[in-house]
């Protein structure tokens, strides 16, 4: 969709510069054989322009802004199902190495991260110290009172998210 908001907001652009070229180029051409006076020109330019022109070249802004819009929300939707991806089929997966795999920064591995645990599509935790996150399955963890990663008594630290005050690990739930 995003690819063809972009050509039809092109095409649209394109069809109101050449309609705009041709309705100058007519009445110019009226103008000068006599056929229009000057005052009839203007009207038919307001006319033609604001009901023709105008709207096309409005329509072609919106459905260009629009695809570029969508196609850079597309492109972030793609790399966070990377990262769910990755890690999924790993199950353990040092952060370093998602940010190279994913040609990303730390931050936006974290950000995208936490948007997955909240939209419930992603359920482990992270050693933020160790720098790697494990994908677990929430039954695993649901209820568990030990921290998967040392073995220290888990706190819970937000909705959908249980921390271990001694090794750090965040620990992700689904549901």
Do not use: H
Request: glycine share 16%; aromatic share 8%; with cysteine.
């Amino acid at each position: 969709m995003a690819a063809s908001g972009r050509v039809i907001g092109v095409a649209l652009l394109a069809a109101g510069v050449v309609l705009g070229a041709g309705i100058l180029a007519w009445l110019a051409f009226g103008v000068r054989e006599g056929t229009a006076r000057g005052s009839g020109a203007a009207l038919g330019f307001t006319l033609l322009f604001g009901a023709v022109v105008l709207p096309l070249l409005g329509g072609g802004a919106y459905f260009l802004v629009r695809g570029r819009a969508e196609a850079r929300e597309l492109a972030r939707v793609q790399e966070q199902r990377r990262l769910l991806d990755i890690v999924s089929t790993r199950g353990q997966v040092a952060i370093p190495d998602l940010v190279l795999e994913l040609n990303s920064s730390r931050d936006k591995v974290q950000n995208d991260l936490y948007d997955l645990v909240g939209r419930g599509l992603f359920s482990g935790y992270v050693d933020w110290s160790k720098g790697t996150l494990y994908s677990v399955e929430a039954s695993k963890l649901q209820g568990q009172q030990n921290c998967p990663n040392c073995g220290g008594q888990v706190e819970l630290a937000g909705k959908g998210l249980i921390k271990c005050p001694y090794c750090g690990a965040e620990i992700f739930l689904q549901g």
